[in-house]
């Protein structure tokens, strides 16, 4: 079953990582979803934007492990990948496109490059959910799948945890980020989940300088 819910998305810790959402599809999902072209491929992309977005967030060496590619080429990447290897998890594949990207003259910019929902409003999120509520469907899908690529590649990247939420259920983490977004609707989705991680865990706040480099 895929995942296009955050209040109803799987979780497992593979390989030690948590990984949230569409993250533990397969590639084999993953590709027929593409050759499909309707919104089960987009909850891919959202998942995607969602989890180099936390990556870049995270790292303390690079913040655009793009460089100069771009979501684009990153699909295509993963379809060559996944066509290969169908059985494996779409997260894995993430990470191997992650080890294998080229760092490129952009690979460090001034700030952490993120994709997707991540520059829309927190205004705009809750009239996602609104919607959601109303029509009893799902019209924050885009945010939801955006927040678990974005904690999974917190996960994925962090030298100090393999699980940012800890014992925080996800569905509390998104009650969190509607409270918070209510008293900050101006602020970007992007900076409010940024706000959620330093909730969770104040030590990345001021991480210590003897960490391990990532």
């Not at 060559?80 to 494996?88: E, I």
């Not at 080890?99 to 001034?110: D, M, V």
């Not at 959910?129 to 996960?155: H, K, M, P």
Request: proline share 2%; with cysteine.
């Amino acid at each position: 079953m895929l995942l296009m819910s955050a209040l109803a998305v799987t979780t497992a810790h593979a390989t030690g990582v948590t990984t949230y959402g569409a993250g533990l599809q397969s590639c084999k999902a993953y590709l027929d979803a593409r050759h499909q072209d309707n919104a089960t491929q987009v909850a891919f992309v959202d998942w995607l934007s969602g989890y180099f977005s936390g990556v870049n967030k995270t790292s303390r060496r690079r913040n655009n492990f793009f460089g100069l590619a771009d979501l684009n080429g990153a699909l295509s990447w993963l379809d060559d990948y996944c066509g290969a290897r169908p059985r494996v998890y779409f997260a894995e594949a993430a990470g191997t496109l992650l080890l294998a990207g080229k760092p490129g003259p952009a690979a460090h910019s001034l700030k952490a490059n993120s994709y997707g929902s991540a520059d829309k409003s927190c205004e705009v999120y809750l009239e996602a959910r609104a919607q959601r509520d109303i029509a009893y469907g799902d019209a924050a899908a885009e945010f939801t799948n955006w927040l678990g690529g974005y904690l999974s590649g917190v996960n994925a990247m962090s030298p100090d945890t393999n699980d940012i939420l800890g014992k925080t259920q996800l569905s509390d983490a998104v009650s969190w980020l509607e409270s918070y977004c209510s008293e900050h609707s101006l602020t970007s989705f992007g900076a409010a989940v940024d706000a959620l991680v330093l909730a969770q865990q104040p030590r990345y706040a001021s991480q210590s300088a003897s960490a391990a480099d990532r």
